[in-house]
C-alpha cells in the first residue's frame, strides 16, 4: 500500500514539472483536474439526491477553464438540435459572465499593435468597458478628430493560450469519438469547425472586412435603412478593431422602442431581407444576430453588429441553402429532405421516407393557423435526420439559430408576424431567387 502511494505520488510530482515545461501540458493538466472534479461532484449530487446538476457543473468548469472554453461554451448555447436543450439552456450564462480585463493592457495592447500611445488616437477612452466578451471586451472613446467610436480589444495573451487548449480539445474528441456511438456527435469535426471559426474571429481585420463586405452588399443593393458600423483600417489590427459608433436601441428592447411601435414591423422585415440578400445573393451572412448585435438605431436604420462570426457558401451549397430555407418556407417536404440529403452527402437514404418524417415533425411547426414555436425547429429536424443517420452540417443549423433569433423579435414586436409564411418575405425570397438567376446567367 505504502508502495503504491509513493508510485501515484510521483506521478504527480512528474506531471507538475512537465506543467512548467509546457503551455499545451500545463492546459492539458489543467483540463483533465476539472473533468475529474466535474465528474466527482456529479456523482455526489446523485448520491446525496439533487437532480439536474451536471449541465451547472459543466458550465462552471468551462468557465473555469478560461476564454477558450467559454467560446465553446457560447457554441453549444447557439447549437439547439446538436446538443441536449439542459445544456444549450444552462451554457448561454457563458454569453455574459466574462470578466474584464485592465485599461492598463487595453492601452498597452495599443502602443504595441498600433505603434502609438491611445492619447495620440483618442481625445477620450472610457475606461470602463461597453462590453466584455470570451474574445475581447469593446470600450467607447473619441477620436482626436471628435469622431466617436468603439474601440474593440482582444484579451492579452489570447492566440497562445487557444493554440494550447485546441490541441487539448482535438486530444479529447478523438478520445470521446471512440467511445460507443461518439461518433455520431462528430466531435472531431466539431472541434475541427470550431478551430477554424475561432482561428478566424481572433484576427479582427477579418472582421473589419466583414464589416466593409456588408456594407458594400447594403449601398449595392440600394438598402439604406441597414448598415453597420464602418471599420477605421488605419486605426485597427489583428488584436485591435476601431470602428463608427452606433447610437440606438436594442431589437429586444419594446419599452425603449414603444414610441415607434407602428414602425417596428417593417423595420424588422427589411434587416430580414437585408440578411436574406447578403446569405442566398452573396453566400455571406452574419452568424450571431443575438439581440445585442441588431439594434434599431437613432436616425431610424437597423444596426448590424459584431461581424466576427459570419457564415459562407459558394457554388452548390449556396444552392442548397435556398432550396432548404425556400421548401422550408412553402413546406415543400419532399425537396427540403432532398436539400438535406444532398447536404450530408448521403446517398443511401429514400428522399421520400425521409420527407414523410420531416413533414410529421415540422408540418405542426409551419401551420400558419397556429402559433408555431420555430425554437423546435432544429430539435425537430435534428430528430428526423438521426433517424436515418442524416447529419446536418453545424452552418446550415447556424442558419436556422438566426432564423429563430428573428421569430422571438417577431413575437415581441409584430406578434401576427409568421417570418415562414408572411407573403412579403416569401416575394422577398423569390426575389433574392431570381438575383441569384440572373447572376448565373450572367456568368454563362
Request: charged letters at 25%; proline letters at 5%.
Amino acid at each position: 500500500m505504502e508502495k503504491l502511494y509513493w508510485i501515484v505520488a510521483l506521478g504527480f510530482v512528474l506531471v507538475a514539472l512537465l506543467g512548467l515545461s509546457s503551455r499545451t501540458v500545463r492546459r492539458f493538466t489543467y483540463a483533465l483536474f476539472v473533468i475529474y472534479r466535474v465528474f466527482f461532484l456529479v456523482l455526489f449530487d446523485k448520491i446525496v439526491g439533487r437532480k439536474g446538476t451536471a449541465p451547472v457543473r459543466l458550465r462552471e468548469a468551462f468557465e473555469s477553464l478560461g476564454p477558450t472554453y467559454v467560446k465553446l461554451g457560447q457554441l453549444v448555447a447557439s447549437s439547439e438540435g446538436m446538443f441536449p436543450d439542459a445544456y444549450c439552456q444552462e451554457f448561454h450564462k457563458c454569453l455574459d459572465r466574462v470578466p474584464p480585463f485592465s485599461i492598463n493592457d487595453v492601452r498597452e495592447i495599443i502602443r504595441e499593435d498600433l505603434k502609438k500611445e491611445p492619447e495620440e488616437l483618442f481625445s477620450e477612452l472610457d475606461e470602463k468597458p461597453l462590453a466584455s466578451a470570451s474574445i475581447a471586451q469593446v470600450h467607447c472613446g473619441v477620436l482626436r478628430d471628435g469622431t466617436k467610436v468603439v474601440l474593440k480589444v482582444q484579451r492579452p495573451n489570447l492566440p497562445k493560450v487557444v493554440d494550447a487548449d485546441l490541441r487539448v480539445m482535438r486530444l479529447f474528441a478523438r478520445i470521446f469519438e471512440k467511445l460507443p456511438y461518439g461518433s455520431m456527435a462528430s466531435p472531431v469535426a466539431v472541434v475541427e469547425d470550431f478551430a477554424a471559426n475561432l482561428g478566424e474571429e481572433l484576427d479582427f481585420r477579418n472582421e473589419a472586412k466583414n464589416l466593409d463586405q456588408f456594407n458594400q452588399i447594403m449601398v449595392e443593393h440600394n438598402f439604406t435603412g441597414v448598415a453597420a458600423p464602418k471599420p477605421r483600417h488605419d486605426m485597427s489590427s489583428a488584436r485591435t478593431l476601431v470602428m463608427e459608433r452606433f447610437d440606438g436601441v436594442r431589437i429586444d428592447d419594446i419599452v425603449a422602442l414603444a414610441p415607434i411601435a407602428d414602425q417596428l414591423e417593417d423595420k424588422l422585415i427589411m434587416g430580414m431581407r437585408a440578411w436574406f440578400r447578403c446569405l442566398l445573393v452573396h453566400g455571406f451572412f452574419h452568424g450571431d444576430v443575438h439581440a445585442g448585435n441588431l439594434m434599431v438605431l437613432d436616425d431610424g436604420r437597423i444596426g448590424f453588429l459584431d461581424f466576427g462570426i459570419v457564415g459562407r457558401f459558394e457554388g452548390t451549397r449556396q444552392q442548397l441553402v435556398s432550396d432548404f430555407l425556400l421548401s422550408t418556407a412553402t413546406r415543400d417536404f419532399k425537396k427540403l429532405a432532398t436539400a438535406m440529403l444532398a447536404m450530408s452527402g448521403n446517398t443511401k437514404v429514400d428522399a421520400s421516407v425521409l420527407a414523410a418524417d420531416l413533414e410529421q415533425y415540422l408540418a405542426p411547426l409551419l401551420d400558419p393557423s397556429r402559433a408555431a414555436k420555430y425554437a423546435d425547429m432544429i430539435p425537430a429536424i435534428t430528430r428526423a435526420g438521426l433517424r436515418h443517420r442524416v447529419a446536418m452540417p453545424r452552418d446550415f443549423v447556424l442558419i436556422l439559430k438566426q432564423m429563430i433569433y428573428f421569430d422571438r423579435y417577431a413575437k415581441l414586436l409584430a406578434p401576427k408576424l409568421n417570418i415562414f409564411a408572411d407573403p412579403r418575405i416569401i416575394e422577398n425570397l423569390m426575389e433574392d431567387l431570381m438575383l441569384v438567376q440572373a447572376k448565373k446567367n450572367k456568368a454563362a
